[in-house]
């Protein structure tokens, strides 16, 4: 027999396939100047969060590079499964994992079925869309002006369906009832969605659900929320009438860019995800759903303190940005600026909108400004500051910073010297909490 020699077990690779220098190598380079400034930062945007450390090996592992199909129920135990004629390998331990995760969601959001599988927000509202209504109905959701999201009614024309939106009172913040029951006596929907992107209050579900009666579904996009919703600390949707809660995983629920759907009821939950892998999804992005489950039982041990101080953190920073120049927006008959862990501010004594908010990011003070209540305004959240620790008097050391940055915009000496307290800030929260980091996971 023939003995291999190292040279020989070694793959042949055509000339110039192991790298060296070249234009790839620069682009790499200024990718990662990238992801180093992210750690310089102060990350204040409410549509981002923060993984663990625990969640995020999942994106990198050799797992990532495997297909995972269809549901943990329906792939049986051992080395393979079987699912829609096609034979693949099974890994029972993320078969266990996805089992305990859909566990801890459903107890979280008071959920009888949860589905993983959906890659994002937007494709989570497609699949709601698609599925469980029929061309030509008519759905209802909040228009962009409000708060809604700006793809939800092209996203429902583009499907056939019919797009209408609920009257909104600027006044109160929500959804304006009396009109809302005119509007639902002259034609009713097949769908409510509820897709608001700036949850300064509560959405009345019950009223709604009372206007509706029980014929057409009633859905909640808690993509910004989900993470309060899990902890107990803004509104319990499911519970107070919602058929179903969906959304990104990635706000102040702090997970990787996917998306999820939640029903409160088992059979339509399971009839749906039938459908769901059946025409919808395939593989679903192996990684970040093993990171999602993972963040899903970081928060069934941590959410309530981590929605409880995500409240307390919000309600410092509002006082702290008022103390220090910036008027807030608040709906006129809302006793405080917000009941979630978003803030709206209009304006840092002359300065507002959009250069308000890029002199800020400049700074290293990470947020995003877009159009409130017919102007733009600043919008951010307290979902990742809190994630990396920081705690009340932290937000008067935040609204400072902010201050600095708003006063001292184009003038570039004082700009850097706020941009370095900034980084000095960071790095003294640099380590994720509420989660699994530091401690020994054991099954």
């Not at 199909?69 to 699912?83: D, F, V, W, Y």
């Amino acid at each position: 027999m023939r003995r291999l020699a190292v040279a020989d077990t070694v793959p042949r690779q055509p000339a110039g396939a192991r790298g060296g220098a070249g234009p790839q190598g620069d682009l790499l380079s200024a990718v990662a100047a990238d992801a180093r400034r992210v750690g310089t930062t102060v990350n204040l945007a409410a549509f981002e969060n923060v993984l663990s450390r625990t969640a995020r090996t999942m994106l990198a592992g050799p797992l990532a590079d495997r297909y995972l199909i269809g549901q943990e129920h329906e792939r049986g135990p051992g080395p393979a499964t079987l699912r829609s004629g096609l034979l693949s390998a099974g890994y029972p331990g993320v078969d266990s994992l996805e089992r305990a995760a859909a566990e801890s969601m459903n107890r979280m959001l008071g959920a009888a079925w949860t589905d993983f599988r959906p890659l994002s927000g937007l494709h989570a509202t497609t699949c709601t869309v698609a599925l469980l209504t029929n061309p030509g109905d008519l759905v209802l959701s909040l228009a962009p002006d409000d708060g809604g999201h700006f793809a939800t009614r092209p996203l429902l024309e583009s499907l056939g369906r019919r797009s209408g939106y609920l009257p909104w009172d600027t006044a109160s913040g929500t959804v304006d009832l009396a009109r809302t029951v005119e509007m639902w006596a002259a034609e009713s929907a097949a769908m409510v969605f509820l897709d608001h992107g700036v949850p300064l209050v509560p959405l009345p579900v019950r009223e709604l659900r009372t206007v509706m009666g029980t014929d057409a579904r009633l859905v909640y996009d808690a993509s910004h929320t989900l993470g309060l919703i899990a902890g107990g600390a803004f509104q319990d949707p499911l519970g107070e009438g919602c058929d179903i809660v969906q959304g990104n995983t990635h706000k102040s629920f702090p997970g990787a860019h996917k998306g999820m759907i939640a029903f409160a009821d088992a059979g339509v939950g399971r009839a749906f995800s039938e459908r769901l892998g059946n025409s919808m999804v395939s593989s679903q992005s192996t990684g970040a759903t093993l990171a999602n489950y993972v963040t899903t039982l970081e928060m069934d041990a941590h959410a309530p303190a981590y929605a409880a101080q995500m409240q307390e953190n919000r309600a410092a920073l509002a006082q702290a940005l008022g103390e220090a120049g910036f008027r807030l927006h608040a709906p006129a008959e809302a006793p405080s600026p917000s009941r979630s862990h978003v803030l709206v501010v209009e304006r840092h004594r002359s300065r507002s909108g959009y250069d308000l908010a890029a002199g800020l990011v400049r700074s290293g003070l990470v947020l995003n400004a877009r159009p409130v209540d017919g102007r733009v305004r600043l919008r951010l959240g307290v979902q990742e500051v809190t994630r990396r620790g920081m705690l009340q008097p932290d937000m008067w050391r935040i609204a400072d910073l902010m201050a600095e940055a708003a006063w001292n915009s184009g003038r570039s000496a004082a700009q850097d010297a706020v941009a370095a307290q900034v980084v000095s800030l960071a790095e003294e929260f640099s380590q994720v909490h509420f989660s699994f980091d530091g401690a020994e996971v054991v099954s």
